[in-house]
């Protein structure tokens, strides 16, 4: 989950590589490093904290070089620090790692036979070993990298720089993101286009086992048995102001404040006039969809609640039943795979390690075709699903996930009624459906107004510990997203519970000190509801209730939100709005720096 950069050039490549870093710091940030070929050494630098601290380091000392390495870490294999920051060094040989290699203890102890010693506590450490091992039997970079990657297992995207190689960076991938950058008399590597954005348009994309030498006139990838092959150029505009916060202060600020545009976006040229249109999902999708009898969704995070929101939707509309499993426990539990199953993962990045494990591991199965949803065109999960639904949201950067979700949301919907047209049902429904999708962008944009109202509330939850969240039906999984968002940039402690639940355990919690937030749209369970918000009144407790006009229910201690009106069925995309701007804003009054909260990253491209 770290993010790694190279580049060849007829320029100096220090300040290029510390820029592309900082695109990357969504990926982690908890120490960085670079490594710059100079005449006759290797200027290897490296901080503990962010990608800044690095760069006013590279002011202070101004290496030159044209050639170089770099990376931003989110440790997996010890704490973050200096000695366990990339990149590594084993005699003249720097190299960068993006992934876990999961023999690393077997390889230490063999390369600690051999004489080598370790300086940090990383898994990494042992690639730049091996190389240096394997560089002085075969006198080349390139010949050592064939060699060293046929000893790891694991996940990694390696970029390997040696002193008596002055023109050349050498990387590998496998299971772990990696790219070349095809510039003019200069090429690179990276983890993430992102990072390469002002640089370049033009990427190749690199498959697993492949590895690659890269100068500043060319490059040339070999694959798996070190044959040369020729992979695509790949070109992709990625606009500069996507990238940057522009007016907000926070890219999250940003990316909530983006997503009437988002969902539009998304719903953009699916929808005819009463129907969603034919094979939205690629090429022969419609066929494959008349002969779905389930569905298994998985997905991890804000993802995986994308999910227990479509399973209401798919029971509901398609007539379908649905599965919904963390990625990360689904292949340990030797799911039994029932005929006519479609299998589908959720993913904002595409990269997450546990749903991309998740699909291989579907793919060796009896499902009925694999699809997923996804954010990023060019991902591995995209590439690798037999059908894809891209969410166009562009680019979220801030690790809390917003508009990514929303338009996950949307595109669930889109496939619920893709699912529902193939099979013959619920035309009509559908046909009430493509105006409502149609209208949504507008109930966002009403929606995002509320931001004042609940501003007045934040003050009463940002001095608390603890939170709880209540919702019922479809907006359970909306209230799970809504504690989520609420622990994972203000860290106050948040549960969530469908609301029927709070007699069986967690009323106990409640006092005047938790706050109790709940949802309440108008539903066929709201009067349930409200009599669960009545026994939380009834406590002392302080409820914040976001409700439609006839869910109203009397507050004496708290606060009652209006919603504006809206779809029964898309209200779920509706009612998160109000929770990611409560978050939000909670967040800012605790100081976090919650565009990148302690301890998590992005992209999580680790099991
Ligand atoms: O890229 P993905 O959608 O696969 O990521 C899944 C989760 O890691 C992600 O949603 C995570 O939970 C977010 N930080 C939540 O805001």
């Known amino acids: 989950m770290c993010g790694i950069i190279g580049a060849a050039s007829s320029r100096n490549v220090g300040k290029l590589l510390v820029q592309g870093l900082h695109k990357m710091e969504y990926r982690g940030y908890d120490s960085a490093g670079i ?31 044209k050639l170089g390495i770099a990376h931003t870490r989110w440790a997996t294999h010890g704490k973050p620090s200096k000695k366990n920051a990339h990149p590594h060094e084993s005699g003249e040989v720097n190299i960068v790692h993006n992934g876990i290699i999961e023999n690393y203890l077997e390889l230490k102890e063999k390369l600690v036979q051999a004489g080598y010693t370790f300086e940090s506590e990383t898994d990494s450490e042992v690639i730049a070993h091996l190389l240096h091992q394997h560089f002085q039997s075969k006198g080349d970079l390139l010949a050592a990298m064939h060699e060293a990657i046929k000893e790891l297992d694991g996940a990694f995207a390696i970029a390997a720089i040696h002193i008596k190689d002055k023109n050349r960076l050498v990387v590998a991938r496998n299971k772990s993101p990696l790219l070349i950058g095809v510039g003019l008399e200069e090429n690179f590597a990276a983890s993430d286009p992102l990072a390469l954005s002002q640089l370049t348009n033009e990427f190749v994309f690199l498959e697993d086992g492949d590895v690659a030498e890269i100068t500043k006139e060319s490059y040339q990838v070999f694959d798996r048995k070190n044959s040369p092959i020729s992979r695509d150029v790949t070109e992709i505009d990625i606009a500069v102001n996507a990238v940057t916060k522009g007016e907000y202060s926070h890219f999250m600020e940003k990316e909530i404040y983006e997503q009437p545009n988002a969902v539009a976006n998304t719903i953009d040229g699916k929808l005819g006039d009463d129907d969603v249109l034919d094979n939205i999902f690629g090429l022969g999708s419609s066929e494959v969809f008349s002969k779905i009898k389930r569905i298994q969704f998985v997905a991890c995070g804000t993802s995986l609640h994308a999910g227990k929101v479509g399973r209401f939707w798919f029971e509901q509309i398609a007539k379908i039943p649905c599965y919904v499993d963390f990625a990360s426990e689904y292949r340990y539990r030797d799911p039994l795979v029932e005929e006519g199953t479609l299998f589908v993962t959720i993913s904002q990045s595409g990269e997450t390690a546990d749903t991309l494990a998740a699909l291989r591991y579907a793919q060796e199965k009896d499902y009925l075709s694999t699809l997923s949803i996804c954010n990023v065109p060019t991902s591995s999960l995209a590439r690798e699903s037999e059908h894809v639904l891209f969410t166009n949201a562009g680019p979220e950067i801030g690790v809390a996930s917003t508009k990514a979700f929303t338009t996950q949301l949307a595109g669930l919907m889109l496939l619920a009624m893709s699912i529902a047209k193939s099979l013959n049902k619920d035309k009509q429904n559908r046909k009430k459906l493509v105006h409502e999708l149609r209208n949504l962008p507008k109930v966002i944009e009403e929606t995002l107004k509320l931001s004042n109202e609940i501003l007045s509330i934040v003050p009463n939850i940002a001095d608390k510990h603890n939170a709880l969240f209540l919702g019922r039906g479809m907006f359970f999984p909306i209230v799970q997203e809504g504690a989520l968002k609420l622990k994972e940039i203000s860290y106050i402690h948040a549960e969530a519970y469908p609301a029927g639940e709070l007699k069986h355990g967690p009323l106990a919690l409640v006092d005047d000190q938790i706050p109790v937030v709940a949802l309440s749209p108008e539903n066929t369970l709201t009067e349930k509801l409200v009599s669960n918000l009545e026994e939380v009144k009834a406590r002392g407790g302080t409820l914040y209730v976001f409700g439609g006009e006839k869910a109203k229910i009397k507050i004496e201690r708290g606060e009652y939100i209006q919603m504006p009106e809206c779809s029964e069925l898309l209200a779920p995309i509706i009612y998160t709005i109000p929770l990611q701007i409560l978050a939000y804003h909670v967040a800012c009054q605790r100081g976090t720096d919650l565009d990148q909260p302690r301890n998590l990253a992005k992209s999580v491209t680790v099991e």
Do not use: C, W, Y
């Open 35 to 65: 490594a710059l070929h100079q005449k006759d050494n290797i200027f290897n630098l490296r901080t503990l904290g962010k990608v800044s601290l690095l760069e006013d380091e590279m002011i202070e000392q101004r290496p030159k070089s």
